[in-house]
């Protein structure tokens, strides 16, 4: 079941061996849960969300992606009135001067088929190419974002189910340290191991070996190198 602030942050209390606020206020218990959500939700890249909200403008080829944003994994066109869906493929400006040359923001088409970043969240810029034809088609992204912030007890907290524990270890130790007792590198080291762990088992959302095909045949992915995502 999904948990809330208030129950990690009684939780951190228990590890901490403070029952009621004495020491820490849960002012800032609540700061260090956000940003053991962040710290988390960063480095597992495991909150996946699908953005369908961005509409284009006709001949207009750069929009603003969400401002929630750590990385983008798939963006989508979906011109308007069809269910025709096509991929875009990510490239970066250097790449894209051998396609569009001087026409980058001229080259009009029905739908784009690449796009380039610049910026940074909440200013992340996507430049489509060719530049959408028309008003109203759908770009959709597939990407890694952040959590919400946590205010009130009742918030949700926007973890993968199972892994609430890691939260309350970062706030162990985060405040052990400020402390100054010496047993917050214990508690680091759990949490780091902890969060190796969900790392290692939630790169994907199932167990099965991934695969190339090449012509009408499915070869290992490690054949090619290895290939690491």
Not at 31 to 54: A, H, M, P
């Amino acid at each position: 079941m999904p948990t809330t602030l208030g129950a990690l942050r009684q939780d951190v209390r228990n590890r901490l061996d403070e029952s009621t606020s004495r020491f820490w206020t849960d002012s800032e218990l609540n700061t260090w849960i956000n940003e053991g959500c962040r710290d988390v939700s960063r480095r597992t890249e495991t909150i996946q969300s699908f953005n369908t909200s961005l509409s284009t403008t006709q001949s207009v080829g750069k929009y603003l992606v969400p401002p929630d944003v750590i990385r983008i994994h798939r963006v989508e066109y979906k011109p308007f009135g069809t269910t025709n869906i096509y991929p875009v493929q990510a490239s970066t400006y250097q790449e894209m001067d051998q396609v569009w040359g001087i026409n980058q923001l001229s080259q009009t088409m029905s739908y784009a088929y690449n796009y380039v970043l610049w910026g940074f969240p909440p200013n992340l810029t996507m430049q489509l190419y060719p530049v959408p034809a028309s008003t109203g088609d759908t770009i959709q992204i597939f990407y890694y974002r952040l959590p919400r912030n946590l205010v009130n007890d009742t918030d949700i907290v926007e973890i993968p189910e199972g892994w609430w524990d890691l939260v309350p270890l970062y706030c162990e130790y985060v405040a052990r340290r400020k402390d100054k007792d010496e047993t917050w590198k214990d508690a680091k080291q759990l949490y780091d191991q902890t969060l190796d762990n969900m790392y290692q088992m939630t790169r994907q959302w199932h167990d099965q070996a991934r695969a190339m095909t090449i012509g009408y045949n499915a070869v290992p992915e490690w054949l090619y190198g290895g290939l690491d995502f």
